[in-house]
């Protein structure tokens, strides 16, 4: 076959534009057994479908071992169907429960809406994103977002990354979806959230790096890509019932400051849905937050949403059915209490919650 020079020049184009990226499909290499994991090692090992590509904003060479997807302008925020070299592959169909995780290195957001980290995807109008933003509030987040035919949802975490790197978890169980974020070593997780999502049988999961409608390039270099199967450990972790138990409404019956009864005033008010808790007097603070239950009484740590990235309340909790008990310091990032009784001059806000029995829970 004689090659022409307009044939030379559609071959060197292909090449160019990076062959798989191009074509919206990536070539496996191996069958989807468990785990099914990509290295990102000069080549792509899973079969990836790519939505929306674009070669220019994606590389394996620019960082050797790592996949990096420059941000640029797009999103799928309810109509809108504008993003990028989001990058998907097809989870094993009769797996009820799995985990998927990756690395992100080198990444600190400083735009509104620009991300990097996991997405699980049905459709455009049905999805969920757990990201490392940037808040309209400016400053970093964690974010859980997540949309049920184009109404979207989420629940924020101001919390300080390592940006030198950084690890992204979801456990799926069913159709209920844990978040995780390791900051330290990829392996000691922190849950983040629990939501109920779809039908438990996600079509497509992968990762996304974008901007949203907002203008700015900026490197996320995945270092990996992991889907598995979940641990017995991980399957059995307590914080997953723990954050579904809390979720409600709750009023306080009882309430101490410095040690002291406090009787007047408007009702004290928590309510607790996926990722957030809103604690209600004569005006709302929604908070992020974290639990321990290794910790002899259990410890929460409450992220105030508005304070931006450090700002931390300290307490201690119990949960026993419908009667919730909290012991917190008032002082932002004060010594947390060691005991759940209250006592005079402690200086600490003690309070006793009963469910309402009319909450609704998502």
């Known amino acids: 076959m004689r090659i022409n020079s307009r044939m030379l020049l559609v071959l060197a184009t292909a090449v160019v534009a990076g062959f798989f990226f191009s074509l919206g499909k990536a070539s496996a290499e191996s069958p989807a057994e468990l785990p099914m994991r990509d290295d990102f090692d000069g080549k792509l090992t899973l079969d990836w479908e790519t939505v929306r590509p674009d070669p220019t904003h994606v590389s394996l060479e620019s960082h050797p071992g790592r996949l990096t997807i420059t941000t640029q302008y797009g999103s799928i925020h309810q109509a809108q169907t504008t993003a990028k070299n989001l990058m998907f592959i097809e989870p094993p169909a009769d797996l009820e429960t799995y985990v998927i995780t990756t690395c992100i290195e080198d990444f600190l957001p400083t735009t509104i809406w620009q991300q990097a980290g996991l997405m ?12 490392f933003d940037y808040h309209s509030g400016d400053f970093p987040i964690l974010n859980m977002h997540w949309e049920i035919d184009q109404k979207s949802f989420g629940a924020i975490a101001p919390v300080e990354v390592n940006t030198e790197r950084f690890w992204l978890r979801v456990i799926k169980r069913g159709d209920q979806f844990q978040f995780l974020a390791s900051m330290d070593d990829g ?32 490197e996320a270099q995945f270092d990996f890509f992991e889907l598995r199967e979940a641990t017995e450990k991980e399957l059995a972790c307590p914080v997953f019932p723990l954050r579904r138990s809390l979720l409600g409404n709750w009023r306080a ?110």
């Open 120 to 131: 699980i995807l049905d459709d455009e109008d049905n999805f969920i994103k757990w990201v």
């Open 187 to 218: 392996k000691s997780f922190t849950t983040y959230g629990v939501i109920p999502w779809g039908d438990g049988s996600p079509k497509k999961i992968g990762l996304v790096a974008k901007n949203g409608p907002r203008h700015g390039d900026l």
């Open 253 to 362: 019956v009882e309430r101490q400051v410095d040690g002291k009864p406090v009787t007047k005033g408007p009702d004290t008010l928590l309510m607790a849905t996926p990722g957030k808790l809103t604690l209600k007097e004569k005006r709302q603070m929604p908070m992020a937050y974290t639990v321990d239950l290794t910790t002899d009484p259990h410890s929460i740590t409450l992220i105030p949403r508005s304070h931006g990235v450090g700002p931390l309340l300290n307490g201690v909790f119990a949960l026993d059915g419908d009667t919730l008990t909290l012991r917190l310091n008032p002082k932002l990032n004060a010594a947390r209490p060691t005991s759940l009784e209250p006592k005079a001059g402690d200086g600490h806000l003690f309070l006793k919650f009963k469910r309402e029995p009319t909450s609704t829970e998502m």
